[in-house]
């Protein structure tokens, strides 16, 4: 009979151990997954900033191209004004 508790003890003991192996590899496991979804959340971060920086590059240049075309639009106007002062002051002649 004490073989038999002795060899009893024995199982339960490597079936414990078993469960704390299983349970090493979980931890392992999730950690390796939690290091993964870090990296995944560094990544969309690294993203999300390059989306960020685009969208105010291209602001900035819609900023320029509005810029050029009111300098061009003045310029043009500035022409047509001078064209008709010429105009004006060749036919008082």
Known sequence: MQALTVSSRATQGSILGGMETLA??????VMAKMETLDSTLEGMEILDSI???DL????????????LEEMESQGSTEDQRETNRMETQGSTL
């Open 24 to 29: 090493s590899i979980l931890d392992l496991t």
């Open 56 to 67: 105010a590059v291209m602001g900035r240049m819609e900023t320029l191209d509005l810029t």
């Open 51 to 53: 989306l960020d920086l």
